[in-house]
């Protein structure tokens, strides 16, 4: 049986079937047309403004590091305007997190970007081996997502960008929102799917591959030759979104296209008026500063609950009701440093346009 010829170009052989429609190509058009779907869903979004600072999360896994290629690509063809940095945060794991900035420290040399490593002992005291050590493995994953998502604004804010941007990829996306209606999460359901999310006093933050599916990031990184690092994290075994990624995989393997179905289903979720003024109105934390819906945020109460010998008070609030009938928070309480966001002043106000 002859080879099958590519069926954009025509010429070349097929090498690729894309997972996301069933596409038989070649590299070449592979390449192009990844491209250009996430070139479209950043135009269609509107997601920068030329002058915009943009921090990179690079974790120095698969889809980070796609994505630093993928910006840096995109932003020199279609003359975006933007400054470029890599922003990693180290948790403290060792024998993963040590070893996967050694391929951001490499990432950073090859793609010719800054590069900021902010760690949660710097910010918090704590390593999350220390927190493992402390609390066990059922709810570490709370402990590492309330700080990661901090520490990123906080570098965030050190460098003075004006947008973040992360991997989050389609596959993850609709995990999230498998595991909001597995829990009856009404507030996080309705903003689950949004590209981008900013509070009033965080720096913005999107998610360039909202539909780019992870195989189709692996196949990006396996035939650009890309250095990126591909151990998982050795916490995350037992983390509940693991249940409902093993769900995805199960109905993408019946319906390809079920992982951008749930993605627009979440999207078409509408929350009626009287749920939406039921749930909490974003306030200050009035210890760090940072964006909570009560006087403590997430990760001051999480941070309190350690430093007073009660690991897993912050995880529920029941918890929380023990640590406070402790008594008053000692005043010498480690606190965690606010690093103060200053927009910069450079973007012009004409938005990126599609080519």
């Known amino acids: 049986m002859p080879p099958r010829p590519c069926a954009l170009c025509e010429k070349a052989r097929a090498m690729i079937k894309r997972p996301k429609t069933g596409q038989q190509i070649c590299r070449d058009c592979f390449f192009y047309v990844f491209e250009t779907e996430v070139h479209n869903t950043i135009t269609e979004a509107q997601l920068f403004k030329s002058g915009d600072r943009v921090a990179i999360g690079a974790s120095g896994g698969k889809d980070s590091t796609v994505l630093a290629y993928v910006m840096k690509t995109l932003n020199e063809r279609y003359n975006y305007g933007l ?34 490593i902010l760690s949660y002992e710097e910010l918090y005291g704590w390593t999350m081996d220390s927190i493992v050590s402390q609390v066990g493995r059922k709810n570490n994953c709370t402990f590492c997502g309330v700080f990661r998502r901090q520490a990123l604004d906080r570098g965030a804010a050190m460098l003075n960008v004006d947008h ?48 780019a599916y992870e195989k189709e990031i692996v196949m990006y990184a396996y035939f650009k030759k890309l250095d990126y690092f591909s151990t998982e994290c050795i916490y995350s075994p037992d ?30 979720f509408e929350i009626k008026e009287e749920i939406k003024a039921t749930q909490k109105v974003q306030q200050t934390c009035q210890r760090c500063g ?66």
């Open 83 to 116: 400054n470029l940095f890599l922003l990693s945060i180290d948790e403290g794991i060792t024998g993963y997190r040590d070893d996967s900035l050694e391929t951001v420290k490499r990432n950073q040399q090859q793609y010719s970007m800054p590069l900021k």
């Open 290 to 355: 940072y964006m909570s819906s009560n006087t403590l945020c997430k990760a001051c109460t999480l941070l309190e609950g350690l430093e007073r010998g009660m690991a897993n008070a912050g995880i529920t609030d029941r918890g929380t009701k023990q640590l406070q009938a402790e008594g008053p928070t000692p005043e010498n309480l480690r606190k965690i440093p606010f690093f103060e966001y200053k927009p910069t002043s450079t973007s012009t106000t004409i938005d990126i346009e599609a080519s």
């Open 164 to 211: 973040i941007v992360t991997g989050h990829n389609a596959d993850d996306i609709a995990e999230t929102v498998l595991m909001n209606i597995m829990r009856g999460d009404i507030a996080r359901l309705g903003r689950c799917t949004a590209i981008c999310t900013q509070g009033d006093d965080t720096i913005r933050r999107s998610k360039p591959f909202k539909y």
């Open 239 to 268: 983390a509940y979104r693991g249940h409902a990624r093993a769900f995805l995989k199960d109905l993408e393997a019946a319906r390809p296209s079920a992982i951008i179905d749930i993605i627009h289903s979440g999207e078409a």
